[in-house]
């Protein structure tokens, strides 16, 4: 095996194949009025287009020590970037809607797979800091989605919504061969791990990801065409979103440089679980008023707690391949809760004209992340199900 990569490059590469992580669904958002025209889709079927592929992050995410034996973290990235850059790819010839959900569904595996072992790659090459290198895969993920959403209404207004859906192959396609280059060769062999499903923890853990995660998926998916159903052009909800999503940006930042002031994580779990409920009171009592408040409120709590669920689960392993283990089992079921999330607007917007409950359902979603926050004690602990490397 070639010596690892430094941490520098790590770094570099791990922003950089987050960067393509979330733009297949962040670009759906702005565009969700002029796809529902043109391929006649429902409100509950534009749901699935960010439903689909958090629900194949779950799925393909609970395979992740069987991927890990079978393909190995380096090969196993390269793969999903693979299927990232044909998805998108193919968005630049869609036709029918059935077509669209189906790239939203190939992607969500690409993902789902990267997110599996990305994690493990990063606690093997620098297990002392991990944390440091989550936060910064994290914030390239939020940074691909500010761009996509910031871009896509008005390149769809230049050069077409299918071409500007397509052209997100091409950074997926710099990240592909950057990998390649750069990130090293797999270790000859890897421990067995099985999922941790017998310990308390894990599942702990699990719904504490999964109803954070939901937050995001939901104001991914329906944030713009809420401002949209409030009176405001496309662009603007677009541009909005887009605000957002750097907000969510500087906030893992701020993790990736702070989190190793706080080895007792739930003190900033409770501030940006705080500035959730703030964000989501915003959107049901004031949305137009408030909106610049909602967004920082919003574009802070989301953006943080996403890397601070990671960092506190990997915080429970030992490994990197226990960390490979729990972090499937946490994601798989995390993202099948929050793949509901879109699905349940939409059906609530189809039901009652509005999205004021979705953001409502959220908001008793949030208080229930403030008491579970109170049980993620500081110290790593041994999980039944993972085993240790030798």
Known sequence: M????????????????????RPIMAAIGPLLGTLQQDLGLSNAQGGLLTTLPVMMMGLFALSGPWLLRLAGEVRGVA??????VISCAARAYITSGTALIATAALGGVGIAV?????????????????????GLFTTGIMGGAAL?????????????????????????????????????SDPGSHSDATLPYR?????????FFGIGTGAYTLVLAWLPPFYVELGWTATQAGYLLGALTVTEVIAGLLV????????DRRQPLTVVILLLLAGLACLMLAPVQLAV????????????????????????THSPTEAGALLAFVQGGGYLIAATM??????????????????????????????LSTLLRPKAVQLPGAVREA
Do not use: E
Request: charged share 5%.
């Open 199 to 207: 310990s308390g923890r894990a599942w702990l853990l699990l719904l």
């Open 293 to 316: 408040v909602a967004t920082l409120c919003l574009g802070l709590g989301i953006g943080a707690l996403f890397p601070l669920s990671l960092i506190v689960t990997l915080d429970h």
């Open 342 to 371: 879109p699905l349940i607007a939409g059906i609530v917007r189809d039901q009652l004209s509005s999205l004021h409950w979705a953001w409502g359902i959220m908001a008793i979603g949030a208080v229930l992340l403030l008491g």
């Open 114 to 134: 990267i997110q599996a072992l990305m994690p493990a790659f990063i606690k093997r090459s620098h297990p002392q800091s991990a944390g440091m290198l989550m």
């Open 2 to 21: 070639r010596d690892l990569p430094s941490k520098a490059c790590i770094g570099l590469l791990a922003m950089l194949i987050g960067l393509n992580l």
């Open 148 to 184: 996509a959403a910031a871009f896509a209404a008005p390149g769809a207004s230049t050069f077409g919504w299918q071409l500007t859906l397509g052209v997100a192959a091409l950074p997926a396609l710099v990240g592909l061969i950057a990998w390649l280059l750069a990130a090293g």
């Open 256 to 263: 990736s440089a702070l989190i190793q002031r706080y080895p």
């Open 79 to 84: 793969m999903g970037i693979t299927l990232i």
